[in-house]
């Protein structure tokens, strides 16, 4: 198992469209590998959601861990590793909030982004069946940013006020009050 490298904004895979993954492989080795390493790397680099383009592979699938301790989002519930293969978001309610997000692919940089709020994801699970959750708040927003990587597209891209798009310590010292 591996822990691989994340690439950085500018890297040509991350603005490209990944490809449904085939569900035949679910459970062969080679998925079985991706899996591992998407999780150590998550771990390793002490993220909370890694998606297979950001480590250059285009396929349609994303890891998240929320550990309740976690980061500098506040106090958070934990969710369990959990691996969403060919995810769907659908909006249930409109209403948006925002949140100061990061990540890996853009990293030393935060931004504020409104997102909806209640949402629910359909997917397939790491066993190939499928499943399906609604999520709100924070989590809400992980699940949106994290499929995001999947259609190309990065947190940056939604930031409508550019005055907040920050470095990590200037946000720690102008806008994290
Ligand atoms: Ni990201």
């Not at 904004?9 to 035949?24: D, I, K």
């Not at 999780?39 to 390793?44: G, K, S, V, Y």
């Not at 949402?119 to 992980?142: K, M, Q, S, W």
């Amino acid at each position: 198992m591996t822990v691989r490298t994340v690439i950085r904004m500018g890297h040509p895979t991350l603005r490209r469209q990944a490809e449904p993954y085939p569900l035949e492989l679910i459970g062969s080795d080679d998925f079985n590998e991706l899996i591992e390493d998407m999780r150590e790397t998550l771990d390793a680099t002490g993220g909370i959601g890694l998606a297979a383009p950001q480590i250059d592979v285009g396929f349609r699938i994303a890891v998240i861990e929320i550990e309740q301790t976690a980061t500098r989002y506040g106090e958070i519930e934990h969710t369990p590793f959990n691996v969403y293969i060919n995810p769907e978001i659908t909006v249930l309610e409109d209403e948006a909030a925002g949140y100061w997000e990061g990540c890996l692919s853009v990293p030393g940089m935060m931004g504020y982004v409104e997102r909806p709020q209640h949402i629910r994801v359909d997917y397939i699970d790491r066993d190939g069946n499928p499943a399906a959750l609604e999520a709100h708040g924070f989590l809400a927003t992980v699940f949106q940013h994290e499929f995001d990587h999947l259609d190309g597209i990065l947190y940056v891209d939604r930031i409508e006020d550019m005055s907040r798009f920050s470095y990590e310590e200037e946000f720690v010292q102008f806008h994290s009050g």
